[in-house]
Protein backbone atom coordinates (compact mmCIF):
# COMPACT_ATOMS: atom_id res chain seq x y z
CA UNK A 1 0.00 0.00 0.00
CA UNK A 2 1.36 3.67 -1.15
CA UNK A 3 2.32 5.26 2.23
CA UNK A 4 3.90 8.71 2.53
CA UNK A 5 5.28 9.24 6.53
CA UNK A 6 6.34 12.86 7.58
CA UNK A 7 8.38 13.49 10.75
CA UNK A 8 8.29 14.99 13.30
CA UNK A 9 5.28 15.59 13.53
CA UNK A 10 5.38 19.13 15.31
CA UNK A 11 9.15 21.14 15.49
CA UNK A 12 9.27 24.31 17.15
CA UNK A 13 12.87 25.93 16.19
CA UNK A 14 14.18 29.61 17.76
CA UNK A 15 14.77 31.97 14.13
CA UNK A 16 18.10 31.35 12.89
CA UNK A 17 18.01 28.06 14.21
CA UNK A 18 18.52 25.62 11.52
CA UNK A 19 16.57 22.09 10.71
CA UNK A 20 15.47 19.47 8.32
CA UNK A 21 11.94 18.01 8.03
CA UNK A 22 12.04 14.29 6.59
CA UNK A 23 8.76 12.61 4.52
CA UNK A 24 9.74 8.89 3.67
CA UNK A 25 7.50 7.56 1.08
CA UNK A 26 6.99 4.03 -0.05
CA UNK A 27 4.68 4.08 -3.41
CA UNK A 28 4.89 1.98 -6.93
CA UNK A 29 5.33 4.12 -9.97
CA UNK A 30 6.49 7.37 -8.43
CA UNK A 31 6.45 9.99 -10.44
CA UNK A 32 7.32 13.03 -8.44
CA UNK A 33 7.49 14.31 -5.12
CA UNK A 34 6.00 17.76 -4.38
CA UNK A 35 6.48 19.63 -1.37
CA UNK A 36 3.83 22.33 -0.35
CA UNK A 37 3.88 24.84 2.22
CA UNK A 38 0.27 25.62 3.97
CA UNK A 39 -0.94 28.41 6.41
CA UNK A 40 -3.37 28.12 8.59
CA UNK A 41 -7.16 27.75 7.07
CA UNK A 42 -4.95 28.63 3.32
CA UNK A 43 -4.42 26.10 0.83
CA UNK A 44 -0.88 24.65 0.19
CA UNK A 45 1.38 26.76 -1.32
CA UNK A 46 3.36 24.77 -4.39
CA UNK A 47 7.00 25.07 -3.16
CA UNK A 48 9.20 22.36 -4.90
CA UNK A 49 8.61 18.98 -7.64
CA UNK A 50 11.94 16.59 -7.08
CA UNK A 51 12.12 13.79 -9.95
CA UNK A 52 14.66 11.85 -9.37
CA UNK A 53 17.11 10.22 -6.78
CA UNK A 54 19.67 13.10 -6.18
CA UNK A 55 18.18 15.59 -7.40
CA UNK A 56 17.94 19.04 -4.92
CA UNK A 57 15.97 22.41 -5.83
CA UNK A 58 16.34 25.75 -3.29
CA UNK A 59 14.24 28.40 -2.92
CA UNK A 60 15.13 31.11 -0.56
CA UNK A 61 15.58 29.70 2.74
CA UNK A 62 14.57 26.24 2.12
CA UNK A 63 16.27 23.28 -0.10
CA UNK A 64 14.68 19.78 -0.79
CA UNK A 65 16.56 16.74 -1.41
CA UNK A 66 15.37 13.13 -2.86
CA UNK A 67 16.33 9.72 -1.72
CA UNK A 68 15.29 6.94 -3.80
CA UNK A 69 12.82 6.20 0.16
CA UNK A 70 12.87 10.01 1.71
CA UNK A 71 12.62 13.10 1.33
CA UNK A 72 14.46 16.15 3.26
CA UNK A 73 13.37 20.18 3.59
CA UNK A 74 16.26 21.65 5.16
CA UNK A 75 15.41 25.38 6.75
CA UNK A 76 18.02 27.30 7.38
CA UNK A 77 18.75 30.37 9.33
CA UNK A 78 14.57 29.98 9.55
CA UNK A 79 12.59 33.27 10.36
CA UNK A 80 8.86 33.50 12.13
CA UNK A 81 7.19 33.72 8.32
CA UNK A 82 8.59 30.41 7.62
CA UNK A 83 6.21 29.42 10.25
CA UNK A 84 3.95 26.47 8.58
CA UNK A 85 2.71 23.27 7.71
CA UNK A 86 4.75 21.72 5.38
CA UNK A 87 3.42 19.01 3.38
CA UNK A 88 5.12 16.16 1.14
CA UNK A 89 3.14 14.52 -1.60
CA UNK A 90 3.96 11.57 -3.94
CA UNK A 91 2.51 11.78 -7.61
CA UNK A 92 0.95 8.41 -8.46
CA UNK A 93 -0.08 7.90 -12.20
CA UNK A 94 -0.66 10.82 -14.29
CA UNK A 95 -1.71 13.03 -11.74
CA UNK A 96 -3.08 11.99 -8.09
CA UNK A 97 -0.87 13.12 -5.33
CA UNK A 98 -0.92 11.31 -2.62
CA UNK A 99 -0.04 13.31 0.76
CA UNK A 100 1.45 12.92 4.34
CA UNK A 101 -0.15 14.64 7.07
CA UNK A 102 2.63 17.20 7.23
CA UNK A 103 5.03 18.90 9.84
CA UNK A 104 4.13 21.37 12.05
CA UNK A 105 6.62 24.61 12.01
CA UNK A 106 6.82 26.93 14.54
CA UNK A 107 9.69 29.22 14.44
CA UNK A 108 10.30 31.86 17.63
CA UNK A 109 11.45 34.91 17.45
CA UNK B 1 -2.77 36.41 -13.19
CA UNK B 2 -5.41 34.63 -11.05
CA UNK B 3 -4.54 31.71 -9.37
CA UNK B 4 -7.03 28.48 -8.44
CA UNK B 5 -10.71 29.83 -7.36
CA UNK B 6 -13.09 28.45 -5.26
CA UNK B 7 -16.20 29.23 -4.04
CA UNK B 8 -18.17 29.46 -1.60
CA UNK B 9 -15.14 30.13 0.75
CA UNK B 10 -16.97 29.17 3.51
CA UNK B 11 -20.66 26.92 4.28
CA UNK B 12 -22.79 25.58 6.72
CA UNK B 13 -25.08 22.68 6.18
CA UNK B 14 -27.40 20.47 7.55
CA UNK B 15 -26.99 16.60 7.43
CA UNK B 16 -28.60 14.85 4.47
CA UNK B 17 -28.88 18.00 2.13
CA UNK B 18 -26.49 18.32 -1.02
CA UNK B 19 -24.01 21.26 -1.40
CA UNK B 20 -21.88 22.12 -4.69
CA UNK B 21 -18.60 23.31 -4.62
CA UNK B 22 -17.22 25.56 -8.04
CA UNK B 23 -13.55 25.95 -8.69
CA UNK B 24 -12.21 27.80 -11.40
CA UNK B 25 -8.49 26.56 -12.93
CA UNK B 26 -5.81 29.29 -13.61
CA UNK B 27 -6.22 30.29 -17.10
CA UNK B 28 -5.24 27.86 -19.75
CA UNK B 29 -5.04 24.93 -17.41
CA UNK B 30 -7.00 22.12 -18.57
CA UNK B 31 -7.23 19.56 -15.70
CA UNK B 32 -8.82 20.02 -12.72
CA UNK B 33 -8.51 17.65 -9.35
CA UNK B 34 -10.77 17.83 -6.05
CA UNK B 35 -9.00 17.05 -2.30
CA UNK B 36 -10.75 16.40 0.37
CA UNK B 37 -8.59 18.02 4.06
CA UNK B 38 -10.06 16.97 7.73
CA UNK B 39 -8.79 19.08 10.14
CA UNK B 40 -5.12 17.78 11.03
CA UNK B 41 -4.20 15.63 8.18
CA UNK B 42 -3.04 15.76 4.45
CA UNK B 43 -5.40 16.20 1.47
CA UNK B 44 -7.43 12.95 0.06
CA UNK B 45 -7.53 12.70 -3.10
CA UNK B 46 -11.18 12.49 -4.43
CA UNK B 47 -11.67 13.27 -8.19
CA UNK B 48 -9.59 14.07 -11.30
CA UNK B 49 -11.12 15.81 -14.26
CA UNK B 50 -9.21 16.40 -18.11
CA UNK B 51 -10.78 17.14 -21.20
CA UNK B 52 -14.18 17.05 -19.27
CA UNK B 53 -13.93 13.40 -18.52
CA UNK B 54 -13.04 11.61 -15.19
CA UNK B 55 -9.33 10.84 -15.38
CA UNK B 56 -9.41 9.34 -11.76
CA UNK B 57 -11.54 8.84 -8.68
CA UNK B 58 -10.12 8.07 -5.30
CA UNK B 59 -11.84 6.27 -1.71
CA UNK B 60 -14.53 8.14 -1.92
CA UNK B 61 -18.87 6.75 -1.94
CA UNK B 62 -21.29 7.62 -4.64
CA UNK B 63 -22.15 10.20 -3.20
CA UNK B 64 -19.48 12.36 -4.27
CA UNK B 65 -19.55 13.45 -7.71
CA UNK B 66 -17.80 15.95 -10.15
CA UNK B 67 -17.51 17.88 -13.55
CA UNK B 68 -15.78 19.36 -15.79
CA UNK B 69 -17.00 22.21 -17.96
CA UNK B 70 -16.37 23.37 -21.47
CA UNK B 71 -14.29 26.50 -19.68
CA UNK B 72 -12.58 23.77 -17.86
CA UNK B 73 -14.12 25.22 -14.64
CA UNK B 74 -15.82 22.24 -12.27
CA UNK B 75 -18.15 21.44 -9.76
CA UNK B 76 -18.13 19.24 -6.82
CA UNK B 77 -21.19 17.36 -5.46
CA UNK B 78 -21.95 15.46 -2.23
CA UNK B 79 -25.22 14.01 -1.58
CA UNK B 80 -26.86 13.26 1.58
CA UNK B 81 -24.39 15.11 3.60
CA UNK B 82 -22.66 13.32 6.88
CA UNK B 83 -21.37 14.70 9.60
CA UNK B 84 -17.76 13.12 8.97
CA UNK B 85 -18.28 15.57 5.45
CA UNK B 86 -17.07 18.74 7.31
CA UNK B 87 -13.53 19.18 5.60
CA UNK B 88 -12.22 21.76 3.67
CA UNK B 89 -12.50 20.87 -0.07
CA UNK B 90 -9.71 21.73 -2.14
CA UNK B 91 -9.42 21.97 -5.97
CA UNK B 92 -5.95 22.01 -7.58
CA UNK B 93 -5.50 22.69 -11.48
CA UNK B 94 -2.50 21.91 -13.67
CA UNK B 95 -1.73 22.68 -17.14
CA UNK B 96 -2.09 19.46 -18.82
CA UNK B 97 -2.99 15.95 -18.00
CA UNK B 98 1.05 14.73 -17.80
CA UNK B 99 3.33 13.14 -14.83
CA UNK B 100 5.04 16.36 -13.43
CA UNK B 101 3.16 18.90 -14.18
CA UNK B 102 2.63 21.52 -11.62
CA UNK B 103 -0.26 21.35 -9.79
CA UNK B 104 -1.47 24.54 -7.76
CA UNK B 105 -4.46 24.88 -5.00
CA UNK B 106 -6.82 27.11 -4.62
CA UNK B 107 -7.44 28.54 -1.37
CA UNK B 108 -10.56 25.74 -0.63
CA UNK B 109 -13.97 25.63 0.36
CA UNK B 110 -14.83 25.23 4.50
CA UNK B 111 -17.68 23.14 4.86
CA UNK B 112 -19.49 22.30 8.19
CA UNK B 113 -21.90 19.56 8.55
CA UNK B 114 -24.51 19.92 11.28
Known amino acids: EDQVTQSPEALRLQEGESSSLNCSYTVSGLRGLFWYRQDPGKGPEFLFT???AGEEKEKERLKATLTKKESFLHITAPKPEDSATYLC??????????FGTGTRLLVSP | DAGVTQSPTHLIKTRGQHVTLRCSPISGHKSVSWYQQVLGQGPQFIFQYYEKEERGRGNFPDRFSARQFPNYSSELNVNALLLGDSALYLC?????????????FGEGSWLTVV
Open chain 2, 92 to 104: ASSLEFTPGNTIY
Open chain 1, 50 to 52: LYS
Open chain 1, 89 to 98: AVQKGFQKLV
